[in-house]
């Protein structure tokens, strides 16, 4: 559903033109409509996959709990920033048309995408957080997320609400969450991998001291350099 949305945003945008504020505004309210048609998809989506999750756990659907709709006028502020309100600055930092253009474009997809997929773990994560049943969630990643995504899926299955697992997704990130009933059950994805880099990683940086330098990103730069060296 995210990559839907983007191919129809893709596929729109040239019919923006910079001259027009009318094509624009077209535009963007066109977007509008289909990230809040994806957004809602997804959540139900979700709600099918977290029924179908719960029977194979527990052997009951329970009742899961869609994400609270969007605000559209919310949601079209937000897309017009990312979108005219990107180009706009690039365009005065000596960007070129067709490069600013195309920071807009990258700007409005992820924020766009980001929505639509909201509309999933938000699901999810609701539906765990009113589930007796459940004793939390971990977070799911792409096959190669951010650092950042990737060390926090590298905690497992830890998470007891959403405050607790910050999951505070970023543009283009393609992370999602999965409800855990059983602590011992298989890690999603990667994580296991991410976790043994993590271990490795900050143990090797407290040997050189690269944990006490004293900045709050001690521990995520020390796994970002070994999550990201070249292999070989």
């Known amino acids: 559903m995210r990559a839907a949305t983007l191919r129809e945003l893709a596929a729109l945008w040239p019919a923006w033109s910079v ?3 009318g094509t624009f505004d077209a535009f963007i309210a066109g977007i509008t409509s289909v990230t809040m048609a994806s957004y809602q998809a997804a959540a139900t989506v979700a709600a099918d996959y977290m029924a179908a999750f719960r029977t194979a756990e527990v052997g009951s659907a329970g009742s899961p709990i869609l994400a609270e709709p969007l605000s559209r006028d919310r949601l079209l502020g937000w897309l017009r920033t990312e979108g ?10 000596g960007r070129t048309m067709e490069q600013a253009r195309t920071v807009g474009l990258i700007n409005l997809s992820g924020a766009s995408g980001q929505m639509v997929t909201q509309g ?3 699901t999810v994560i609701g539906s765990v957080e009113q589930d007796r049943a459940a004793l939390g969630w971990a977070r799911t990643t792409a096959s190669k997320p951010c650092a950042f995504c990737a060390m926090l899926a590298g905690r497992g299955p830890v998470y007891g609400s959403q405050s607790s697992g910050s999951f505070q997704a970023h543009k283009a ?4 969450a999965e409800p855990v009933y059983d602590r ?3 890690w999603p994805g990667n994580a296991r991998q991410f976790q043994q880099t993590y271990q490795e990683a900050t143990s090797q940086a407290q040997v050189a001291g690269d944990l006490s330098r004293g900045t709050t990103n001690d521990l995520l730069n020390a796994f970002r350099r070994a999550y990201e060296r070249p292999v070989g």
Request: charged letters at 20%; aromatic letters at 4%.
């Open 19 to 21: 001259d027009d504020a």
């Open 84 to 93: 005219l309100g990107t180009t706009v600055k690039a365009l005065q930092a």
């Open 120 to 122: 999933s773990y938000a």
């Open 173 to 176: 990130c393609a992370c999602g």
């Open 184 to 186: 011992d059950t298989e």
